[in-house]
T-cell receptor
Framework: ETGVTQSPTHLIKTRGQQVTLRCSSQ?????VSWYQQALGQGPQFIFQ???????GRGNFPPRFSGLQFPNYSSELNVNALELDDSALYLC?????????????FGQGTRLTVV | RKEVEQDPGPFNVPEGATVAFNCTYS??????FFWYRQDCRKEPKLLMS???SGNEDGRFTAQLNRASQYISLLIRDSKLSDSATYLC??????????FGKGTRLSVIA
């Protein structure tokens, strides 16, 4: 196992609601990235946090926001959910700034918006 | 043009076959290259990194051609357990990983 855990594993929400997904990164990793993977697609980068600050963002609207905490765990928040937000949300932890770019993924949260 | 493009799947091959996946990337500044494996409804897992000199791990061989911006993965003696989606991944220094769409492999008995 990677040591990266996400919660919850599955979630069903109604259009317009808000959701918070959580990720505990691998011990010693200081960088957390979030990805959205729609069915039949590769993971798409949402944003990345390094030492509690966002330091990169993909092509996602502002209603996707996040946090990283002092223990390097992280949250992904999505407001005003849309049907197209239904996807597998993956959290990856890494030590990019220590010369390694290998990322370790959590098992993902499968979000269904109805 | 997508940053990372892969062969469209699915690939359906018999056990014991050799199968090759190809991938091209558009950013010439890309520095790190990987193949990830993703089983159905699971998270991606690193299969192998790809180095300029080419590298091998058992039945798996990865090649990188920087001039052509091309990456390949060769699987020899396919096993049923190799059935999965294979994701080509690149990144540029400290930037996030950029994934291809993935190629699905089904190994048939």
């Amino acid at each position: 196992e990677t040591g990266v855990t996400q919660s919850p594993t599955h979630l069903i929400k109604t259009r317009g609601q808000q959701v918070t997904l959580r990720c505990s990164s691998q011990s010693g990793h200081n960088t957390v990235s979030w990805y959205q993977q729609a069915l039949g697609q590769g993971p798409q980068f949402i944003f990345q946090y390094y030492r509690e600050e966002e330091n990169g963002r993909g092509n996602f609207p502002p209603r996707f926001s996040g946090l990283q905490f002092p223990n390097y765990s992280s949250e992904l928040n999505v407001n005003a959910l849309e049907l197209d937000d239904s996807a597998l949300y993956l959290c990856a932890s890494s030590q990019i700034y220590r010369g390694s770019t290998e990322a370790f993924f959590g098992q993902g949260t499968r979000l269904t918006v109805v | 043009r997508k940053e990372v493009e892969q062969d469209p799947g699915p690939f359906n091959v018999p056990e014991g076959a050799t199968v090759a996946f190809n991938c091209t990337y558009s950013n010439s500044a890309s520095q790190s290259f990987f193949w990830y494996r993703q089983d159905c409804r699971k998270e991606p897992k690193l299969l192998m990194s790809v180095y300029s000199s080419g590298n091998e791990d058992g039945r798996f061989t990865a090649q990188l051609n920087r001039a052509s911006q091309y990456i390949s993965l060769l699987i020899r003696d396919s096993k049923l357990s190799d059935s999965a989606t294979y994701l080509c991944v690149v990144n540029t220094g400290n930037t996030p990983l950029v994934f291809g769409k993935g190629t699905r492999l089904s190994v048939i008995a």
